[in-house]
C-alpha cells in the first residue's frame, strides 16, 4: 500500500488554553510550543495506527489501548 502523510489536524487546537485559574494562556511562546507538541502527537498516533493497520491489529482494540493511554496519563512534576 501506498503511505500519505497527513498534516496535523489544527481542528483539535483550542481558540486558546486555559491555565489553572481557568484564564486564558497568553504567552504566545508556551501556546507555540504546546500546539507543536500537540502537532506532533497527531503524526506519531497516525504513524503508530498506520503501521499497526499495517500488521493486520483491529482498529477497534488499537484505538482503545490510545484512549487507556489518555484516560490513564498522571502529572510526573512535583509542587506543579
Do not use: H, T
Not at 11 to 27: A, D, F, M, R
Not at 50 to 73: H, T, Y
Amino acid at each position: 500500500g501506498i503511505l500519505i502523510r497527513m498534516k496535523p489536524d489544527k481542528s483539535v487546537i483550542p481558540k486558546y488554553w486555559l491555565g489553572k485559574n481557568k484564564l486564558k494562556i497568553s504567552c504566545k511562546e508556551k501556546i507555540k510550543v504546546l500546539n507543536n507538541n500537540i502537532d506532533e502527537l497527531q503524526e506519531m498516533i497516525s504513524d503508530i495506527y498506520d503501521e499497526a493497520i499495517l500488521l493486520g491489529i483491529d482498529e477497534k482494540q488499537l484505538k482503545d489501548v490510545l484512549l487507556k493511554i489518555v484516560k490513564n496519563i498522571r502529572n510526573n512534576l512535583k509542587n506543579v
